[in-house]
């Protein structure tokens, strides 16, 4: 039990020599995109040949790093050496790794990157791994510092992912974890802590991007006999996945943020309300918020300041909507997730009608270092109007993707060419699309904009909960609008006309486009259509829906136009608009077309050119990528 | 609390709604999901309007909006009149057949809806109000019904599409229904009579009036009225006209005076809903 701020310093030293000292320490990237990569396999084969040959490491599990292409990783603490982190590890790997590791020497092939201390964010400490002289070994490794996809990057949201063990409450302490906690119930009056927030100048980092400090005033100062805090983890976004990041990997910084928001809003209990998808961040919350309860910073008195606060985890049953905050409410309290015009806000009636504060994941994992470091500091990151760091999932057609946090104010460009790589393939970029399916897309000319909430919304686009997916000229925009059109029309919860109606119709002109049944009055109706579910939709989904359409037509107008007037796709994705042909000249007649070909529609003799009949082909691709010759080409 | 409307200089109760104010000051504004014996949705979006305070100005619904002090508010902008001929036009795809939709939509210029095209003709009437979940909730208090599955796909059902024991066969539902949506049918030749509610995949039994043997409504119903106006069930043994004639027998011989006879028959907007309905079986 931690009942005192001088108890939790206690625990705090005590862990964070054990942590330090001495042990070999091998860590597994197990969360969901680790485990995707294999490494629920590799965890058991290095704790099995552990046990197996006596060496004595302590293995445990770990949160994503971020560097998502580099599944799966495995970390080692080398004693007096540094922390190296392995990519790509297979279990065959796994031998050699702990035989190099057992004698102090480093598995080369596969090591990526090494640090030889850990930054403490949250009471600023730097503590050195390195004791002595570095290893010639550890020397090849490049430092974090120099590893490219890390350098640029500024991590303050996931300060412990990928380094602590996500179930060890222990090493979040250890960590400087709850010193944040311990200062605003101890030391701080409800309303410096707001007033800390307030001047921290953080917003929300659900996509609204509210200033945070002003959200919780607002619900303090409201009249109710009980008041809510939730935090918002229906993370939908399709190829998002920060907050499922963050709470698979330090689910106590949730946790912590919320203590401190509860006690200077004024409420007892706080609500997480987590998707039904994720079960591991499911799990994960689940047990931190019991070793919380049982190390008594849940519950009543915490810290011995009389305030009581506790949490229950309620799970969404899969619907995109209730990430909006008064669906979300609705499904808390049971109901249909369907959401209702604001006025009046949650803040004046929310949950069970009482008022409610609501912030996404990644915004409550701000709250406890803004504490402990002060919001002079965090103000100093960012630009005058966007304060802190983003985490934006990277994914698409970049290099190196994953999770990569920046300050605000970095260009898109450093995001999209340094820290991504670049396009694969050596492809050209095209559009980098930002804020999810309510977001919109970003064209090449404008890639040197800083990453703020304003700039991003006027380039037609939002800053989202954090979604960034990057695009070449492979992409056909009608047919990514079409896509996030589809996913909208499933999850309109169907409420209101112009969300409801307007996505089917949307939908159903877009998918003409795309099947060459496009008209040249489709594209005023497009335009009339969006402007009208933007204006009378009931809630942010509807009014936001339009947007991948709106964006792309403001930037790609010319693609419509060539789907409509010449029956073209300028990117040569859509099937209808598209033919496979065999280049006569270079085909060898080899048949590996025809063996892979589902339908039998590319046929020929052996050792002759090959043929496609198109009225046959399904335009899958099979046989483009079966050639050996690139002698099938899309035309 | 002041605020303008259409320029008008215009006082309102606090929390009071734009479109009751609008009501009140003989400015029209369309609806279609709103009726004053149930709460507001804000589902149809016909009634929306213009709200600008300050520089800002946005789009709400009428039905939910109440005014804050010196907001001015447009009802008939051309921003508005978008946003309510693409509603119209939406609806008319989805329900070409339905009168009054079609009415609404040729009032604001349109006469065919451009979503259509090349698809088959459309049987739908139901518009998803929702105004037949609601009364069935808020004002009969049974909740028999309610909204099912999510955007395009959403209904209006009974809890897993089967008989609902709830549904005591008043018809508000049906009655509410501005579009045609819902019916039943009586059939009061069969050996036990029944009410058939035939969207919503339940049947009511009914009972024969006590004095000329119509069957015209369920047992259930009459123990919710006689619960919720207070009488006996005995006196609703009658059937509406049965009934009307044997008090008009009454009157006749002791007519009762002007203020007894409102006392007598002063009832809550629940009960004359009620009774309107039990008019409109007869």
Known sequence: MIKTPQELIAARDSVREHFFNGW????????????????????????????????????????????????????????????????????????????????????????????????????????????????PDVQKVPPYSEAPFFKNQVRIALRNCGIIDPTSLDEYIAFGGYAGAAKALTQLQPEDVIDEIK??????????????????????????????????????????????????????????????????????????????EYPLAVKRMRLAVQQAEAAGLLGENIFGSGFDFRIRISRGAGAFVCGEETGLIASIEGNAGTPRQRPPYPAQSGLWGMPTNINNVETWNNVPVIITRGAGWFSSIGTPSSKGTKVF????????????????????????????????????????????????????AHLDCPVDYETLTSLGSMMGSGGMIVMDSRTCMVEMARYFLAFLKEESCGKCVPCREGTLRMLETLSAICEGRGRP????????????????????????????????????????????????????????LIEYQVVRESCTGCGACARVCPVKAAFGKKKAPHEINNGLCTRCGLCADACKFKAIKVA | MQFSLNGRNIAAEPGETVLSVARKNGVFIPTLCHHDAVSPSGACRLCVVQVS???????????????????????????????????????LARCPTVELIRDLARAYGIQRSRFTDGAGPSEERCVLCGLCVRVCDEVVGRHAISHAKRGIQRKITTAFDTQADECIGCGACV???????????????????????????????????????????????????????????????????????????????????????????ARTYQSQLLASINEESS
């Open chain 1, 24 to 135: 070999t320490r091998i860590r597994v990237g197990m969360a969901t995109c680790g485990l995707a990569g294999g490494a629920g396999k590799l965890f058991e084969a290095i704790r099995e040949q552990n046990e197996k040959n006596n060496y004595g490491f302590f293995v445990a599990e770990t949160g994503c790093n971020g560097a998502c292409f580099l599944e799966p990783l495995v970390d080692v603490v080398l004693p007096g050496q540094g922390r190296i982190t392995y990519a790509n590890m297979k279990p065959s790997d796994i031998e050699n790794l702990l035989l190099l590791t057992f004698g102090g020497r480093v598995y080369t092939k596969k090591a990526v990157a090494r640090a030889t201390s850990e930054h403490l964010l949250s009471d600023d400490t730097e503590i050195p791994y390195l004791q002595g002289v570095i290893q």
């Open chain 1, 199 to 276: 001047r921290s100048g953080l917003r929300g980092r659900g996509g609204g991007g509210f200033p945070t400090g002003r959200k919780w005033e607002a619900c303090r100062k409201a009249n109710g006999a009980a008041r809510f805090v939730i935090c918002n983890a229906d993370e939908g976004d399709p190829g998002a996945y920060m907050d499922r990041s963050i709470i698979e990997g330090d689910p106590h910084s949730i946790i912590e943020g919320m203590i401190i928001g509860a006690y200077a809003i004024g409420a007892r209990i706080g609500y997480v309300y987590v998707r039904e």
């Open chain 1, 393 to 444: 999932s990277l994914v698409g057609k970049a290099k190196r993707v994953g999770l990569v946090e920046v300050p605000m104010g970095t260009s898109l460009r450093e995001v999209v060419e340094q820290i991504g790589g670049g396009i694969q393939d050596g492809g050209e970029f095209k559009a980098l699309q930002t804020g999810g399916p309510s977001g919109g897309c970003i064209p090449a």
């Open chain 1, 521 to 576: 009055e489709h594209l005023d109706l497009l335009k009339e259509l969006s402007e009208a579910m933007a204006d009378g939709s009931l809630c942010a989904l509807g009014g936001s829906a339009p947007n991948p359409v709106r964006s792309t037509l403001h930037f790609f107008e010319e693609e419509y136009r060539a789907h409509i007037e010449e029956r073209r796709c300028p990117a040569r994705v859509c099937k209808a």
């Open chain 2, 53 to 91: 305070s300050g520089e800002r100005s946005r789009i709400v619904s009428s039905c939910l909006y109440a005014p804050s002090e010196n907001d001015r508010v447009e009802t008939d902008t051309e921003r508005v009149r978008k946003v309510r001929r693409m509603v119209l036009e939406l609806l």
């Open chain 2, 175 to 265: 009655r509410i229904c501005p579009t045609g949506a819902l019916h039943y049918e009586d059939l009061p030749e069969q050996k036990q009579p029944e009410r058939v509610m035939v969207e919503l995949h339940t049947r009511v039994p009914l009972v024969r009036c006590s004095d000329c043997g119509r069957a015209f409504a369920s047992p259930a119903l009459f123990e919710h009225v006689s619960k919720s106006v207070n009488v006996p069930p005995t006196t609703l043994a009658a059937c509406p006209a049965c009934r009307s004639k044997s008090f008009a027998a009454t009157a006749a011989q002791n007519p009762p005076s002007a203020p007894a006879f409102a006392r007598a028959h």
